[in-house]
Each structure stands twice: as structure tokens, then as C-alpha cells.
């Protein structure tokens, strides 16, 4: 069984509420009714210190407004372990880069973590592995990895 936390894993994203939407700096943030799953490739973990607090990586399939921008998915408060499970629930941001924890707030709080640029899309939903790693070489667990 492939672990959400394995580099260059699938994982498909299925949101179960309204998205929360900012397209620009001077632009309004939108709820819009769209619950279409995308697909990110798991790039590595999310770290602050010795925490680790979420995943991230380019998103590959799904809407044309999350193409070409980064998934970050974060744990949430239900004590899921992305080293041994390969379906969660999780929030998700997804914009030009990586999250950056905010410490203002725990990272599990919707303001706990930040996005740089536009645009943005943000909300909860359901993380699955779709796809085992094609080989070996770019399956390195983050656990296992090299930094």
C-alpha cells in the first residue's frame, strides 16, 4: 500500500464544501459551489522545527484554476499519520508556492498558514493515493529522504 507521505505519489483531492477563492491582491475573496477533485504529486512534507504539519507538490489534473499552483494539504485535528494511511481528511491551499506557517495561530487553524501571490484557492476535503509511484528511485518516503 502507497502512504500519502510518499514522494512522488498522486493524490487526488475531493472538496466537501464551497471553495474560498481570491484571484488578485485587490480582488474579493469568492465562495464558489465547485466540489471537482484535482490531482497533486507529493513533492515533500511541510516542516516547522521537528513538526511535520502537512504535504505539498505541484497540482497535475483538475479545474483550470488550481493547474500550474501548488497543493499544500494539512493535517487537521483528527490524529491522522500520512506515514501509514493512504486516505484522510485534510485542508488544502492551493496557490503559487508552498504554505508558510503563520504562528500567530496553531497550523491546524485556517489562518495558521499563508499563501505568497494569486491566486488562491483554500477549503477541506477528502486526500487519496490514486497512483503507486511508477519507480523505485522517486519513491524515497520523506521519512527516508535526504535532506
Given amino acids: ?22 484571484l488578485g491582491p485587490d480582488a474579493a475573496v469568492e465562495l464558489v459551489a465547485d466540489r471537482t477533485p484535482f490531482v ?10 521537528h513538526i511535520r504539519y502537512g504535504l505539498h507538490g505541484p497540482v497535475v489534473d483538475g479545474p483550470e484554476r488550481c493547474r500550474g499552483l501548488v497543493c499544500s494539504i494539512l ?14 481528511s485534510a485542508n488544502f ?9 503563520d504562528h500567530r495561530y496553531d497550523f491546524r487553524h485556517p489562518e495558521g498558514t499563508t499563501l505568497s501571490g494569486y491566486p488562491w484557492v483554500s477549503r477541506f476535503g477528502e486526500v487519496e ?7 523505485a528511485k522517486s ?5 527516508s529522504a535526504t535532506r
Avoid at 6 to 17: A, S
Avoid at 75 to 88: F, K
Avoid at 93 to 101: E, I, N, S, T
Fill in 139 to 143: 519513491a524515497a518516503s520523506p521519512d
Fill in 129 to 135: 493515493v490514486i497512483s503507486n509511484v511508477p519507480d
Fill in 1 to 22: 500500500m502507497t502512504v500519502l507521505s510518499t514522494f512522488g505519489t498522486l493524490v487526488r483531492v475531493t472538496p466537501w464544501d464551497d471553495l474560498q477563492c481570491q
Fill in 75 to 88: 493535517t487537521r485535528a483528527d490524529g491522522s499519520d500520512w506515514r501509514v494511511e493512504s486516505s484522510s
Fill in 93 to 101: 491551499k492551493v496557490g503559487p508556492g508552498a504554505v508558510r506557517r
Fill in 40 to 49: 497533486f504529486r507529493v513533492d515533500g512534507w511541510l516542516e516547522d522545527g
